[in-house]
């Protein structure tokens, strides 16, 4: 079993900055691939940013290239996600995700909320203008 906690989220003004954290327990999937995704009201749950062992490899979604930077610290089983540049359409409740199975970011299913076994219970990002 996996316990996945975010804390982090707060309310920001535009082009201020927040960091994210996601702290694991129980199994840890740290050498698998691990994903943030973010859901706004009305609107599905999308893929923000993955990444590989540990850093080995990152990923982003086009919207938060060049603002947002994912990162891992093994020892603290702790994946976080710096927020800067922060802009009203990031408002949103942030989650991290894990799953047994995504041994690699690499692929279409990465961005899928469907395809995680494995979620916390979010943190709200609330970026006014």
């Known amino acids: 079993q996996v316990q996945l906690v975010e804390s982090g989220g707060g309310s920001v003004q535009a082009g201020g900055s927040l960091r994210l954290s996601c702290a694991t327990s129980g199994t840890t999937y740290s050498n698998n691939c691990m994903g943030w995704f973010r859901q706004a009201p009305g609107k599905e749950r999308e893929g923000v940013a993955a990444i590989y062992s540990g850093g080995l490899s990152t990923y982003y979604t086009d919207s938060v290239k060049g603002r947002f930077t994912i990162s891992q610290d093994n020892s603290k089983n702790t994946v976080y996600l710096q927020m800067n540049s922060l802009k009203p359409e990031d408002t949103a409740m942030y989650y991290c995700?894990?799953?047994?199975?995504?041994?690699?970011?690499?692929?279409?299913?990465?961005?899928?909320?469907?395809?995680?076994?494995?979620w916390g219970q979010g943190t709200q990002v609330t970026v006014s203008s």
């Open positions: 995700a894990a799953d047994p199975y995504r041994v690699t970011c690499n692929s279409p299913g990465t961005w899928y909320s469907e395809f995680w076994t494995y």
